[in-house]
Nanobody, 118 residues
Framework: EVQLVESGGGSVHPGGSLRLSCTAS????????MGWVRQAPGKGLQWVAR????????YYADFVKGRFTISKDNAENMLYLQLSSLKTEDSAIYYC???????????RGQGTQVTVSS
């Protein structure tokens, strides 16, 4: 059974930083492209960042380029997202997700809340 468990969310002021973590189990993590998606209130899911199975070739949505960094630790079955220079519009539930063909969103975890407010 695929399990993805996110942690690290919280409340920060604009300009602050957070590091999200995702613990993966139940599938061959080293062979899986992974990513982070988010959902703000009243909006749909949107990709934030994706990374190849070997940890290379990261993709970032334009609205997070230069501020967020995705990384993958295949030895520990962990996925990370470093969030920096946070803005109020970054407030959302962030989910760790498998990347399916065509960059569609596969299985995802229960999410972790990120709230950015002054």
């Amino acid at each position: 059974e695929v399990q993805l468990v996110e942690s690290g969310g919280g409340s920060v002021h604009p300009g602050g930083s957070l590091r999200l973590s995702c613990t993966a189990s139940g599938f061959a993590f080293r062979d899986a492209a992974m990513g982070w998606v988010r959902q703000a209130p009243g909006k749909g899911l949107q990709w934030v960042a994706r990374i190849a199975s070997n940890g290379g070739g990261p993709y970032y949505a334009d609205f997070v380029k230069g501020r967020f960094t995705i990384s993958k630790d295949n030895a520990e079955n962990m996925l990370y997202l470093q969030l920096s220079s946070l803005k109020t519009e970054d407030s959302a539930i962030y989910y760790c997700a498998r990347v399916r063909p065509g960059a569609t969103i596969g299985a995802r975890g229960q999410g972790t809340q990120v709230t950015v407010s002054s």
